[in-house]
Nanobody, 124 residues
Framework: QVQLVESGGGSVQSGGSLRLSCAVF????????IGWFRQAPGKEREGVAA???????RYADSVKGRFTMSQDNAKNTVYLQMKSLKPDDTAMYYC??????????????????WGQGTQVTVSS
């Protein structure tokens, strides 16, 4: 059974940085895609970034130049380095796994396995 465990969330001031981690357990596929999503209260879940196992990445326009996604395949872990954080970045952040070739769309609909989330709060 696939299990994803996020960590690294917290509270920071505007302009600060955080690094989120997502560890993937129990995954038997040789190739998959991992994405980061976020959901603020009263809003729909939106894609933030995603990566394939070759290291190709895709970012939402709202985070380009500020967020960087990376992976450590040996540890089955991906990271989301977030810099220049804004209050609008406040949300619950989730990582998810997809086996769908349309992973780059950053749509929650093509990701089938989800973690429990980690909260990121950015104060002004």
């Amino acid at each position: 059974q696939v299990q994803l465990v996020e960590s690294g969330g917290g509270s920071v001031q505007s302009g600060g940085s955080l690094r989120l981690s997502c560890a993937v357990f129990g995954h038997s596929y040789s190739y998959y895609y991992i994405g980061w999503f976020r959901q603020a209260p009263g809003k729909e879940r939106e894609g933030v970034a995603a990566i394939d196992m070759d290291g190709n990445t895709r970012y939402a326009d709202s985070v380009k130049g500020r967020f960087t996604m990376s992976q450590d395949n040996a540890k089955n872990t991906v990271y989301l380095q977030m810099k220049s954080l804004k209050p609008d970045d406040t949300a619950m952040y989730y990582c998810a796994v997809s086996h769908n070739s349309e992973w780059w769309l950053l749509s929650p609909n093509v990701f089938g396995y989800w973690g429990q989330g980690t909260q990121v709060t950015v104060s002004s």
